[in-house]
């Protein structure tokens, strides 16, 4: 049975995880430096090893009362716990209940982004919009799908959503209609560019929508590189008044400006500061999932220039915060109190299985990265067909079926990564992205670092 603990320092904070107890310390150096010697769980006496190790920096009584502490903490069930959650993982059988859609309303853009997954817009297939019928369908398949359930998160995607808004808005007041006849709860998002987004739009987007996503990817020049109109002009002056207006519409809460950090930007601190700079407080850069022949995707040796600004970053959002310059950072967002019940932190999202993608024509995938991969189409809302072999195969996918998972002492923060990234790269969504997991890795660490420094 592993007994996992994770040493890191940043800004010469010592912190020290306990994985399987979920417990974080911020210690000293002579533990820190104690805890560095040690391959497992320390035995019930300081080894001689130990102390002749660490004697030229300090004395033995120091080092045997911090190593006395150490123990206490093991004693308390806070250091080199016990993985209790395997066997959960392993009896769990866990049902495809849907509790959440991705509505692909339009498989168009108004934009030609130069990393778009979604090959511009189409996703490699017909540009094309949803009807209503067709969304009315699949809010009907989600309803009947989520059993008992009462809260569905229903998401607004493309493509640009904006190009089908009529739709949107049909199925919108649909939706509200089936939430009292089937005692439904439905949370509703859009995700949007911004170009067609207008005062009309944006005030029944702020009526009825839980959570707006807004896209763009920090300062002008990275912006206008990678993110332009169809015409093949940068969307920065377009966008950036409007965006600005939706955020501050919905007094700077349940928004997120999300962008996109490529190889062209790998100093993406500044953008994610100049986001804040700009007034939003809700903000999320993301890395890069690309091919690996393309330019702009990043290679593993890019990693430490990246961990350097995700550390630099942490510390500027500590400054920041601390002296009323406040905004969130997605990826620092962790929450060591409450946070995901066991089965959500062993197993993720729910890709294709609890979160499915419907596309304009009717078609069922695990998510919206996996539309257009015709090996995951899962069926057709109008068919009434949903494959269910499939879906299990999803849902006994976790940290305990993934390999590299089970040692890592990331896995109940990263929940085994995305699925799409893990086949993307591995052609297995048991195989974890590799790049991927190490920049998850570094935000966890910067994470811990900004709780550790907020509650001091």
Not at 222 to 249: C, E, H, Q, T
Not at 276 to 293: K, L, M, R, T
Not at 448 to 453: D, E, N
């Amino acid at each position: 049975m592993l007994k996992l603990i994770h040493l890191f320092k940043i800004n010469e904070i010592n912190i020290i995880v306990d994985v399987n107890s979920g417990a974080v310390h911020c210690v000293d150096n002579i533990v820190y430096d104690i805890l560095r010697l040690c391959d497992n769980k320390p035995p019930a006496k300081c080894p001689e090893k130990t102390l002749n190790t660490l004697a030229g920096e300090y004395s033995k009584d120091e080092i045997l009362s911090a190593y006395d502490e150490i123990l206490d903490l093991c004693a308390m069930g806070m250091l080199y716990t016990d993985d209790e959650y395997e066997h959960i993982a392993a009896s769990t059988e866990k049902k495809t209940v849907v509790k959440a859609l991705c509505l692909h309303v339009s498989h168009d853009c108004n934009m030609r982004c130069g990393y778009c997954f979604a090959g511009t817009g189409n996703f490699s297939g017909e540009r094309c919009v949803m009807s209503a019928q067709t969304g009315k369908k699949a809010i009907d398949f989600v309803i009947e799908k989520s059993a008992s359930r009462k809260n569905i998160e229903l998401d607004f995607f493309g493509g640009e959503p904006l190009m089908n808004f009529d739709v949107v808005k049909e199925l919108v007041y649909y939706a509200k209609e089936q939430e009292k006849k089937y005692d439904k709860n439905f949370r509703l998002t859009i995700t949007t560019n911004g170009v067609l987004l207008d005062e009309e739009k944006l005030n029944f987007i702020n009526e009825h929508m839980y959570n707006l996503v807004l896209s763009i990817d920090g300062r002008k020049s990275v912006n206008d590189k990678m993110r332009k109109l169809v015409n093949g002009n940068g969307s920065y002056d377009v966008i950036m008044p409007k965006l600005k207006a939706a955020a501050n519409s919905r007094n700077q809460d349940n928004y997120y400006v999300r962008g996109t950090f490529t190889r062209n930007n790998l100093d993406f601190c500044n953008d994610v500061l100049h986001l804040a700079d700009c007034g939003f407080e809700q903000i999320s850069i993301e890395p890069v999932v690309g091919g690996e022949n393309e330019p702009y995707s990043i290679k593993k040796e890019d990693l430490p220039y990246i961990f350097g600004q995700y550390e630099r970053l942490a510390k500027e959002y500590v400054s920041r915060r601390a002296d009323g310059r406040w905004f969130n950072f997605f990826h620092f967002m962790v929450d060591l109190e409450q946070g995901p019940c066991v089965i959500k932190r062993i197993s993720g999202c729910g890709a294709g299985c609890e979160y499915l993608a419907v596309t304009p024509e009717g078609d069922i995938y695990p998510c919206h990265q996996f539309v257009g991969n015709k090996d995951f189409l899962m069926g057709n809302v109008y068919n009434n067909d949903f494959d269910g072999k499939s879906a299990q195969s999803f849902a006994k996918a976790n940290i305990y079926t993934k390999e590299k998972c089970k040692g890592c002492w990331a896995k109940f923060y990263c929940s085994g990564g995305c699925h799409a990234n893990a086949y993307s790269f591995g052609k297995d969504i048991l195989t974890p992205y590799e790049i991927g997991c190490e920049m998850e890795k570094k935000r966890i660490e910067c994470a811990l670092y900004i709780k550790a420094m907020e509650s001091n």
